[in-house]
Structure formats: structure tokens, C-alpha cells
């Protein structure tokens, strides 16, 4: 009786604009979101606000922020500008978190799906291969590609594509196991749909709330891996980012502790939003925990 | 009914934030007697059980009525006197017993707590205990069984060892919300034949909650229709089926295929309800009124009180009540 | 020729405990226009059975004949024609539609799959088949989740006869239901019957609902039938004592407090009782019962039943 009323009230909207007002409702999500869209537009924007190369060197080099209103956040040991590689920097982790984010999660649902929805010997040869990606630690494989491959955007894209897939790919194997079992499945092949049909249009629109919400995680986790990898020096050396901002000051850490901390707090930032975004997002998919709110 | 109750609740209305499933709802039950509860989903039977029980979810209040369980008010007990009342005095059971039962613990275990909760036995004699209970709920094999995990045992299985949990202490009133729904029909009627014979046996009093007019007949003293949160129709069992008053429950044994009813599709249509209980909500007069072939103007003024229409006999349905011979108050008794 | 014949039928499944044999030699037949009630309770068989009819489930072995032709060997590729022609009504009203689908895609659909029509002859065809199924037009650009019970069951069966199917397996199409709403179900599944000349294979485990709705009633007991009749004939002369204990297991005020009919739990499917798989619940079962698997035999004029003691009320002497 108690699940007819919930039933009775959630059906009162449809499910996505449900889902949405939940969401907004929670306010860590609207803050975390104000956030990322104001990253996205600073990012968008970069080439209007510092239309010059931010590698570029423009001032006396160790300026610290506010010493110079032309140079707000300061200058580094070369003395380029740390606003205009922290504005140019958001491109690169942006682009690199998304890519990599939706090849890997492109490559996790074909992998994922196949395994679920089949089963059987599909299943068991798909899932030995997603073990073998997870039982090898993924960022020494993630060192190793980018290191083999030359360090440019789109092999660091590929290479974190390749790390995180497989993360995916076992949630959307689990998803579509206990889905391919709903009378709705069942039904769709009783009418006479095809595999690609049930798997892409019945099954895979139910599966989606979890994929949704983990990939906003793995965008976090692939800022993190292209920051750490552009620290070590195996980043891409004709772009900057924030990563590669923190590796070209760890030597003046104690003397200029602006240049590491700078493009730091804007990872955090970031990846904590994002985060806190995919908490919110949970929450708000889940109708059960949204309903009793 | 001259007894003095052993269960008195009245005027009982729970409201949740999105409306009021039960609303002024009350019945009676004697000592040792089988009231049936009968209603669809939707109608707040079950809730109704869970408030005697003070175990209503948490987004649930009582907004008004009382429930006096030998003349105590359970609604004013604190919450310590309310849990030796659970278990000891009034015991449950549900639909689902794969549910209820703990996964991870055997029966035995499962019994033996709640005797060492509410009797105080020792590990030893709470075991030797469960055994015996096992025994009485005709469990074959007790001895072998009592150190069985419940995902050993099947859906009538389980639902004896939730008996035997619940009759444990020899609790008075036995609630038992829908017990065979969720099994096979050969095994509902050993259950339900178990119930009355513990009835029996224990002095027990049984309020079933039940959906199933076919049990009501078969097992129930007195029945209590209600329809979406309030009580539609009160009698003795044999006085509902044989002569339904209320428009719903005339319905209600209308509609159902009966096995005993010669009616086949190739000759006749079943009679319809129309609609879904869902219409009452927001109704302001009787619930039933979008689906009542005999709604007046004046049915949706406000929900119609339970009167009584003749000895031991209730209805909330004014238009028929006024067909029927007028009563002698006095003689009723309520 | 009937419309559906099926011959020595065996689902078995492998599971960790074992082969599981849900259904364990079964022979049926469906004519045309014919509604067949197929009865028993959990875990006989009957659902898998139905399933696979319809090749829904592979059968291991035996025959499924529909219309003359064999469908329980052709490829999955091949099956398209035989789809259109048979379909399923399902228990769970509320598993049983895609909640992320309007209902006009779930009716468009199967349509669109089969290349029945253009688009616009679907968009005339799925407004009237939703009337039909006795709901508003309006429901069309709605969710599954704003129907209740019985209304999502309409949609059920309404896609499933929109292809224009010309035998329906029903597996319990209104045991999830409440009983107010059952009976508008049963009148909306006889009208369409009348409408369409559709033959059904009705399955449930409520034998007042099997007893208003089938002109002939299959038994089932643990993958076997064991009794099959017209359905006046099984009502007043129950053969076989499982039948028997089925009718009197359901509640009714003329057995006012009486004891329940037979004592036991069904067996498992994974652990077939050796000779009449009933034998370990019978209360007329003698040796021979648990030595010989006794066959469906014919006990006058349609009316079969495997049992080695057809129609005895007693336990016979033994010899």
C-alpha cells in the first residue's frame, strides 16, 4: 500500500523532468553545476580574453598575483602569464576529461552490452578481457601507451579511453543481465524485434541512470590522470595545461608556491564538482531515494 | 459482540504527506475470535495493521482515533511498553515470508531470539523450544529443519516458521496481513488450516487481512469490508456473502468467477466494476461514488458512517440502508 | 488440423543443482478459435511451457507444431512470420511494458519491426487498437507509470494484438490484479476473442478464473499434464486426485473450517519423484504409484488423466 502511494506520486510527472527538478533541488548540485558551466565558458572563451599564446613569455618572470594588475594571478619562472595558461589550461583538461570520458564510455556499453545481453561464451570471453584491463594497474598501462604513442592530445584521449573502459563496461553487463530478464524484453522478442533493437532502443534507455552518473565521475578521474601525466613531463608539449602548470613549477615550489597552488585549487575544483555533481545526479535518478524526500 | 472487546479501534485516520489512506476507520475484535479485513490494494488494510502495531513508516501520522488493546491505549504507550506489547501480546505476520525472514540466520535462531527476548530462556531451552514450535506449525522433520537456512526452505515453509516466530510467546491477537497470497493454493489452505487450528488451540483471537472473499467465508466469524481507507460494510461472514448490502461488495461478489457459478464466457460476460479505486481519491462524499451504480446527489456530500442497519450488521451506504426495514437501536447494541 | 499441436515437449535447463526439468513430456493441442486453460500452481511448468510455445524458450526436445508447420527448429531469422502470428500476454502488468517508451511507441512498434503499413496507416491503427483495449486516446503520449494495474494490463494486451496474432498465450494475464479489476480484464480478453476469432492458450493457477474462461483445462503437475478435459466434464468428475485436491483447495464458505485437502510441498523440478510424480502428496497412491510413471489415458469421450487410480476417491487394496 505504501509503494501504491509513492507509485501514485511520482506518476503525477513523467520521469525525466522528475528526475530533473530533484536534482535542482539539491543545492551542492546547483552550485557544483554554476561552476562547470562557468569553467566551460571561461574555456570556450579563452581565445578572446587571452588571445595571445599562452606559452608565450610576456613579463618579468616570478610576479607574484597582484603585483602586476596587467598579470592577475602573477607570472612563472619564464615568466608567462598564470591567468592566460590557467584560462588555456581549462581547454585542454575539459576537452581531454569529455573525450576520453565518451570514448571509454562508448567502448564500455558495446563491450557491456554484448556481454549482458547475450551471455554465455560472448559473455565469458568479454569478461576475461575486461579483467585483464582491470587487474593491470591503470595508470602504469596509461604511462606506458602515452609513452609509446607520442604525447599529443588524442593518444592521451585514447590512452585514458582505453583505461577506463573497462568500469563501464562491467555496470552496463550488470545493468542489461537483470534487465534482459524483464517481461519487457521478453516481450519485445516475443513481437520479433532484432538484437540491435532491444539492445539500443528497450534495454539500454533503462540502464542509462547509472551509466550517467559514473561518467560524471570518470571525466573527474580523467582530469586527474592528464594532470598527473602532464606533471611527469609526458603531456602533450605544445599545449598547456594545469597539469603541466604544476610540473613546470615543482622546482620553485617553496619559493613560488602560487605557481603549484593556482593550478591545483582549479583541479580540485573542478573534479570536486563533478563529483558532486554524479552524487546529485544518483540521487536524483534514483526515484526511490527522491521520492521520500 | 456483548464480550468486552479485546481489540477496540476507532476513528483511526493515518495521514501522509500526499493524502489520507485510512480515514475514520474502527471495528472490534473479540477474544478468540477471526475478524477478516477485506479490501483491495489501496484500501489501507494493511496500514491499518501496521498503526495497531505502531510500526507505520516514518513520513505516516496518526492524525486522529485510538487503539485500546485490553482497555489500554497502545497510541499513549511510550515506546518500551509499546515493544514487549509486539511479539508478546500481538503478533504479525506478512505476505512475503522470504522477506521477513533473516537471510543469514537459521530458523531456529530466528525463533530462539525472539524467546529469549520476550521469555527470558536460555540458549539451550530456547532451541529445545523452537524445536517444539516447529512441531506445532507441522513443520516435518523439526530437528533437522531447525538448523535450516530459510533459502532452504520453500514459500509455505517460511510461512510456518513466521507462524511459529509470531505464536511463540502465545500472543493474544495474531495479525496475519495477507499470509497466503504469495502461496499455491493447495498450500494456502494448509496454512490458513493451521492458523485456525492455533486459534483454536492458543485461544488466539485473528484479524486476516485478506483480498479473497473465498477465505473470508471459509475461515472468518466476522468480516469488515473497507474501501479506500474507510469501512464500507460490517458482518458476520456468512450474512456478507450470502447478502452483501454495499454496492462494493455486491460488486465485488458480482465480478469474481466462482467456481462454484456455472457462468462460462461463451454465455455471459462477467459484471463489471467500472474504474479503479484511484477515483476516490480527492472524492469529498463516499469513496465509492465514481464507481457506484447507485450514487445520489447526496452521496457526495461527505463519507457515510458505519450505522447499524440490523443486528451485528453495519453500512456506510445511506440509499441502501433506507431500503431496508428500519432496526430497533436498542436491540443492536453498538 | 488444430491451429497449435504440440508433441513430447521437454524444456530442461542446466543450473549449478542440477538439470532442471520444467517441462517433462508434454503433449497439447489448440484449435482454432478455442480458448485451452492450462492450470497448476508455481513451479509446474506452466509458464515455461507457454514460453516455450512461442519460442521464447528453447524447447530441448519434442515438437511444436503451429498451423501444419514446425517452429521449434527454424532459425531465429525465420521466426518473423511465425511472431506475428502468436503472441503473449504477460502477468506483471508493471515489468511487463518499457517504462522509458509512450505508449504510441510501444504500439507503433511492432508494426514498424514487421513493415506492416506506412506511416500513416500505423497512425490510424494504433489510436483504434488503444480504443479498442478501452482507453483514451489521450493515453497515447504517455509513460507506463501513469497507468495503474489494470490499465497498464490493456496496454499489454493491446500490443499484443496489434500485430493481428492469431493465438495468444495469456500467462496469467490477471492474477497481479485486483479482484475488482480482474473482471474487466476477462470481458475485455473475451470481446477481442469475439472481435478477432483469436484462440487462446490461457494460463493461470486460479481455477475460477480457468473454470469462466476455457472450453477444454489442462492439468499440470511438475512438467507433466496430468489430467486433461472439457471443462463441465473436469468440474463434476475430477479423475485424478491432484485435480481433485486443487478444486477443494479453493476457499469457499461451503467447506466452512475444513482441513486443508492434501498435506506436502510440491517437489522440486530439480528432483523428480521417481514413479507418479505425485505419488509422494497422494492420498491414494499405492506401490505400483511410486514404481510406475503412469501415461495420459483415456477415460471416455475427450477426458484423459495419468493416474494409476483415475478416478478412486480411496486408496484402492493393494494387490
Given at each position: 500500500m505504501t509503494t501504491t502511494t509513492t507509485t501514485e506520486v511520482i506518476a503525477s510527472s513523467s520521469g525525466s523532468w522528475r528526475a530533473v527538478r530533484a536534482f535542482f533541488r539539491n543545492p551542492a548540485a546547483v552550485l557544483a553545476t554554476a561552476f562547470l558551466v562557468f569553467v566551460t565558458i571561461v574555456a570556450l572563451t579563452a581565445p578572446l580574453i587571452y588571445?595571445?599564446?599562452?606559452?608565450?613569455m610576456v613579463a618579468r618572470?616570478?610576479?607574484?598575483?597582484?603585483?602586476?594588475p596587467k598579470f592577475l594571478l602573477g607570472s612563472d619562472s619564464l615568466g608567462r602569464d598564470v591567468a592566460a595558461g590557467l584560462v588555456w589550461g581549462s581547454r585542454i583538461s575539459l576537452v581531454i576529461g569529455i573525450a576520453a570520458m565518451a570514448l571509454g564510455v562508448t567502448i564500455g556499453i558495446v563491450v557491456g552490452a554484448t556481454a549482458g545481453y547475450f551471455g554465455g561464451r560472448i559473455d565469458d570471453a568479454l569478461v576475461r578481457l575486461v579483467e585483464i584491463f582491470q587487474t593491470t594497474p591503470s595508470f602504469l598501462m596509461l604511462v606506458v601507451l602515452v609513452a609509446i604513442a607520442e604525447p599529443r592530445v588524442e593518444s592521451i584521449t585514447v590512452g585514458i579511453a582505453l583505461v577506463t573502459w573497462p568500469t563501464i563496461a562491467r555496470l552496463v553487463r550488470a545493468e542489461f543481465r537483470s534487465l534482459r530478464e524483464k517481461d519487457f524484453v521478453t516481450a519485445a522478442r516475443g513481437l520479433g524485434y532484432g538484437h540491435l533493437r532491444i539492445i539500443f532502443i528497450e534495454i539500454l534507455p533503462n540502464a542509462l541512470p547509472p551509466i550517467i552518473v559514473t561518467s560524471s565521475v570518470i571525466v573527474a578521474s580523467a582530469i586527474l590522470m592528464e594532470s598527473a601525466l602532464s606533471f611527469m613531463?609526458?603531456?602533450?608539449?605544445n599545449r598547456i595545461s594545469w597539469g603541466s602548470m604544476i610540473g613546470a613549477s615543482r622546482e620553485t615550489l617553496r619559493t613560488a608556491w602560487y605557481l603549484t597552488a593556482i593550478p591545483g585549487i582549479a583541479i580540485v575544483l573542478t573534479v570536486l564538482a563533478l563529483n558532486m555533481i554524479g552524487d546529485a545526479l544518483n540521487d536524483a535518478l534514483n526515484p526511490r531515494l527522491s521520492g521520500e524526500r | 459482540m456483548s464480550k468486552a472487546p479485546l481489540l477496540d479501534v476507532s476513528g483511526l485516520t493515518i495521514a501522509f504527506p500526499g493524502g489520507?489512506?485510512?480515514?475514520d476507520f474502527g471495528f472490534r475484535v473479540a477474544a478468540g475470535e477471526t475478524v477478516a479485513v477485506v479490501g483491495e490494494s489501496g484500501s489501507g488494510k494493511s496500514l491499518t495493521a501496521l498503526a495497531i502495531m505502531r510500526?507505520?513508516?516514518?513520513?505516516?501520522?496518526?492524525a486522529t482515533g485510538t487503539v485500546r488493546f485490553q482497555g489500554r491505549d497502545l497510541f499513549a504507550l511510550p515506546e518500551p511498553e509499546m515493544r514487549k506489547v509486539r511479539g508478546r501480546e500481538i503478533a504479525m505476520i506478512f505476505q512475503e515470508p522470504m522477506t521477513s525472514?533473516?537471510?543469514?540466520?537459521t530458523v531456529g535462531k530466528q525463533i530462539a531470539e525472539v524467546l529469549r527476548l520476550h521469555?527470558?530462556?536460555s540458549a539451550e531451552s530456547a532451541r529445545k523450544r523452537a524445536i517444539e514450535l516447529l512441531d506445532l506449525v507441522r513443520v516435518a522433520d523439526p530437528h533437522r529443519r531447525?538448523?535450516?537456512?530459510?533459502?532452504?526452505?520453500?514459500g509455505g515453509m517460511r510461512q510456518r516458521v513466521m507462524i511459529a516466530m509470531a505464536v511463540a510467546c502465545t500472543p493474544k491477537l495474531l495479525i496475519a496481513d495477507?499470509?497466503?497470497?504469495?502461496?499455491d493454493v493447495t498450500i494456502q489452505a494448509q496454512v490458513l488450516d493451521l492458523l485456525e487450528s492455533l486459534r483454536r488451540d492458543l485461544g488466539m483471537a485473528l484479524m486476516l487481512i485478506t483480498h479473497d472473499l473465498g477465505i473470508v467465508g471459509q475461515w472468518a466469524d466476522r468480516v469488515v469490508v473497507m474501501y479506500a481507507g474507510r469501512g464500507a460494510e460490517e458482518a458476520e461472514a456468512a450474512a456478507l456473502l450470502g447478502d452483501p448490502l454495499h454496492p462494493y461488495t455486491r460488486g465485488l461478489l458480482a465480478a469474481s468467477p466462482r467456481?462454484?457459478?456455472?457462468?462460462h464466457y461463451t454465455a455471459g460476460t462477467l459484471r463489471e466494476i467500472p474504474g479503479?479505486?484511484?477515483?476516490?481519491?480527492?472524492?469529498?462524499?463516499?469513496?465509492f461514488v465514481p464507481r457506484?451504480?447507485?450514487?445520489?446527489?447526496?452521496?457526495?456530500t461527505a463519507p457515510p458512517p458505519l450505522m447499524?442497519?440490523?443486528?451485528g450488521r453495519l453500512l456506510a451506504c445511506p440509499p441502501v440502508a433506507a431500503t431496508l426495514e428500519p432496526i430497533d437501536a436498542a436491540a443492536v447494541g453498538r | 488440423m488444430p491451429l497449435l499441436s504440440v508433441v513430447d515437449l521437454h524444456t530442461h535447463f542446466r543450473t549449478p543443482e542440477g538439470e532442471l526439468r520444467a517441462v517433462d513430456g508434454v503433449s497439447l493441442t489448440v484449435d482454432k478459435g478455442e480458448s485451452v486453460g492450462l492450470v497448476g500452481e508455481s513451479g509446474c511448468g506452466k509458464s515455461t511451457l507457454g514460453k516455450a510455445v512461442l519460442r521464447l524458450v528453447q524447447p530441448t526436445s519434442g515438437s511444436v507444431g503451429f498451423d501444419g508447420e514446425?517452429?521449434?527448429?527454424?532459425?531465429a531469422d525465420a521466426l518473423g512470420p511465425f511472431r506475428r502470428r502468436a503472441q503473449m500476454i504477460f502477468q506483471d502488468p508493471f515489468s511487463s511494458l518499457?517504462?522509458?517508451?509512450?505508449i504510441e511507441r510501444i504500439l507503433t512498434a511492432p508494426l514498424y519491426v514487421h513493415g506492416i503499413g506506412d506511416r500513416a496507416e500505423r497512425k490510424r491503427r494504433v489510436p483504434r487498437m488503444i480504443e479498442q483495449g478501452g482507453?483514451?486516446?489521450?493515453?497515447?503520449?504517455?509513460?507506463?507509470?501513469?497507468?495503474?494495474g489494470g490499465q497498464r494490463q490493456r496496454i499489454g494486451i493491446a500490443r499484443a494484438l496489434i500485430l493481428g496474432p492469431e493465438l495468444v498465450v495469456c500467462d496469467?494475464?490477471?492474477?497481479?490484479?485486483d479482484l475488482s479489476i480482474q473482471a474487466q480484464i476477462l470481458n475485455l480478453l473475451v470481446e477481442m476473442k469475439r472481435e478477432y476469432g483469436l484462440s487462446y492458450l490461457f494460463i493461470s493457477h486460479d481455477l475460477s478464473v480457468i473454470r469462466y474462461f476455457a472450453n477444454r483445462v489442462l492439468v499440470m503437475y511438475l512438467g507433466r499434464i496430468v489430467e486433461s478435459a472439457a471443462g463441465a466434464d473436469l468440474w463434476a468428475r475430477p479423475l485424478h486426485p491432484y485435480t481433485r485436491a486443487l478444486i477443494q483447495a479453493i476457499?469457499?464458505?461451503?467447506?466452512?473450517?475444513?482441513?486443508?485437502p492434501i498435506g506436502g510441498d510440491i517437489a522440486s523440478p530439480l528432483d523428480i519423484p521417481k514413479g507418479c510424480r505425485f505419488h509422494p502428496r497422494?492420498?491414494?497412491?499405492?506401490?505400483i504409484c511410486t514404481k510406475v510413471d503412469p501415461a495420459l489415458v483415456r477415460?471416455?469421450?475427450g477426458h484423459e488423466a495419468a493416474c494409476?487410480?483415475?478416478?478412486?476417491l480411496t486408496r484402492p487394496p493393494e494387490a
Open positions: 588571445p595571445e599564446d599562452p606559452l608565450s618572470p616570478f610576479l607574484w598575483p597582484g603585483q602586476n613531463g609526458l603531456g602533450d608539449p | 489520507t489512506p485510512v480515514a510500526l507505520l513508516p516514518r513520513t505516516a501520522r496518526i525472514l533473516n537471510p543469514v540466520l521469555e527470558g530462556l531447525v538448523d535450516d537456512f530459510p533459502h532452504r526452505l520453500s495477507e499470509p497466503t497470497t504469495a502461496l467456481l462454484d457459478a456455472s457462468l479503479s479505486i484511484s477515483s476516490a481519491i480527492g472524492e469529498p462524499g463516499c469513496p457506484c451504480p447507485l450514487a445520489q446527489p447526496s452521496c457526495r447499524p442497519v440490523r443486528p | 514446425e517452429v521449434s527448429r527454424l532459425p518499457n517504462p522509458r517508451h509512450t482507453l483514451p486516446l489521450s493515453s497515447l503520449s504517455r509513460y507506463p507509470h501513469e497507468f495503474s496469467e494475464p490477471v492474477s497481479a490484479l476457499p469457499d464458505p461451503a467447506r466452512r473450517r475444513q482441513a486443508a497422494c492420498p491414494i497412491a499405492t506401490s477415460h471416455g469421450d494409476h487410480h483415475a478416478g478412486q
